[in-house]
């Protein structure tokens, strides 16, 4: 069953006529594509990209990070920033920090949405009865998707999206 949750400046943005039908699809950058089509790799029960797979275990990164569980270290290896595979414009202030417009973080955020779609699928390809959750944000300095397996008793964030004030945050659950 796939189910998307937003908090209220993700969903007045996305959703201005009042159905996720309305929304345009987004094309995906060759790299991203690639990085994309490259698949799921299962290690030590956590799913990463393939592209993302490097020599270190889960459990040795763990330990090194300090990271509570597999969601955890699923979410920091499955991260990216969105604002590197989109055609936005990342303007950059006086100070040095990083300036994406409101009509650009719409672009993250539905960019991050066919990036979900295209993991959902790649997923289910490897392993067909797991639960995922992407987890795609937008805010006035950057966009982040990532993703990890649904286990029971861990979580990554706050299930109250509202909480996040300061970004657009949506929530694409598939569990098969």
Same mark, same amino acid.
């Given at each position: 069953m796939l189910t998307i949750r937003m908090n209220e400046s993700a969903a007045a943005a996305l959703q201005p006529l009042g159905s996720t039908a309305a929304l345009p699809a987004a094309e995906m950058h060759d790299e991203? /594509?690639?990085k994309v089509s490259r698949?799921?790799?299962?290690?030590?029960?956590?799913?990463?990209?393939?592209?993302?797979?490097g020599s270190d275990s889960p459990t040795?990164?763990?330990? /090194?990070?300090?990271?509570?569980d597999l969601t955890h270290y699923e979410c920091q290896v499955n991260s990216f920033h969105l604002e590197d595979y989109a055609p936005v414009e990342v303007a950059l202030l006086e100070d040095g920090q990083p300036q994406i417009s409101d009509a650009d973080q719409v672009t993250l955020l539905r960019l991050g949405l066919a990036v979900a779609d295209a993991v959902r699928n790649r997923v289910r390809a490897h392993a067909s009865r797991t639960p995922i959750r992407c987890i795609i944000s937008a805010n006035d300095t950057n966009g982040v998707f990532r993703f990890h397996r649904i286990r029971s008793g861990e979580q990554w964030g706050v299930l109250n999206l509202d909480q996040y004030q300061w970004e657009m945050a949506v929530i694409v659950d598939d569990r098969p």
């Open positions: 991203l /594509r690639d698949g799921v790799v299962e290690s030590e029960g956590a799913l990463v990209f393939a592209a993302h797979h040795a990164a763990l330990a /090194r990070m300090g990271w509570p």
